[in-house]
T-cell receptor
Framework: KAGVTQTPRYLIKTRGQQVTLSCSPI?????VSWYQQTPGQGLQFLFE???????NKGNFPGRFSGRQFSNSRSEMNVSTLELGDSALYLC?????????????FGPGTRLTVL | AQSVSQHNHHVILSEAASLELGCNYS??????LFWYVQYPGQHLQLLLK??????LVKGIKGFEAEFIKSKFSFNLRKPSVQWSDTAEYFC??????????????FGTGTRLQVTL
């Protein structure tokens, strides 16, 4: 079974631009979560989607948004990029949003903002 | 709000030494607890988890962790580490309260370096 895939793997943008990251969950998984990983803040929850509905959102500004499609694939968008948005963005999928389910992580998208 | 503390940021051990990584969480309700590992160049992967039952849980690669509710702790242990255990280890928690999402709150991670 293929794992969680994320595209692109690396991205370089400049301040003020916007970016869209994509995540394809494991086949059959309907819950997708996004996390930001930085050396200073560690792993922080961005948002979670299940059946195309956002179930929860972390403490990030409105510039960070996401969506989920009917095939469970998910995208996240960051508008008006800032230098501090440079990070590894991780996507995780699970079969359902039950809290004890294992979340399977993808390799991440490394975003660099210049 | 939930929070997770990992006391050791960087641990260096020789092969065959015993390992214990500390993890404490702060949350008033019922929680699930996880340990994830990130080997160099690889994805985060689950080592073990606790959500109910026996507080001593066993995971992959000989790791185990004990949930001590009174201490809000979930320490990770391994009796004898191998060079291949060199990785970053993350403790995480989420709430089991009905209706809440499954979002994980992670600790800052512990980098384990095992020397030959």
């Amino acid at each position: 079974k293929a794992g969680v895939t994320q595209t692109p793997r690396y991205l370089i943008k400049t301040r003020g631009q916007q970016v869209t990251l994509s995540c394809s969950p494991i086949s059959g998984h309907r819950s997708v979560s996004w996390y930001q990983q930085t050396p200073g803040q560690g792993l922080q929850f961005l948002f979670e989607y299940f059946s195309e509905t956002q179930r929860n959102k972390g403490n990030f500004p409105g510039r960070f948004s996401g969506r989920q499609f009917s095939n469970s694939r998910s995208e996240m968008n960051v508008s008006t990029l800032e230098l501090g948005d440079s990070a590894l963005y991780l996507c995780a999928s699970s079969s359902s949003p039950l809290s004890y389910n294992e979340q399977f992580f993808g390799p991440g998208t490394r975003l660099t903002v210049l | 709000a939930q929070s997770v503390s990992q006391h050791n940021h960087h641990v260096i051990l020789s092969e065959a030494a015993s390992l214990e990584l500390g993890c404490n969480y702060s949350y008033g309700g019922t929680v699930n607890l996880f340990w994830y590992v990130q080997y160099p160049g690889q994805h985060l992967q689950l080592l073990l988890k606790y959500f109910s039952g026996d507080p001593l849980v066993k995971g992959i690669k000989g790791f185990e962790a004990e949930f001590i509710k009174s201490k809000f702790s979930f320490n990770l242990r391994k009796p004898s580490v191998q060079w291949s255990d060199t990785a970053e280890y993350f403790c995480a928690v989420n709430s089991r309260e009905t209706g809440t999402a499954s979002k994980l709150t992670f600790g800052t991670g512990t980098r384990l370096q095992v020397t030959l």
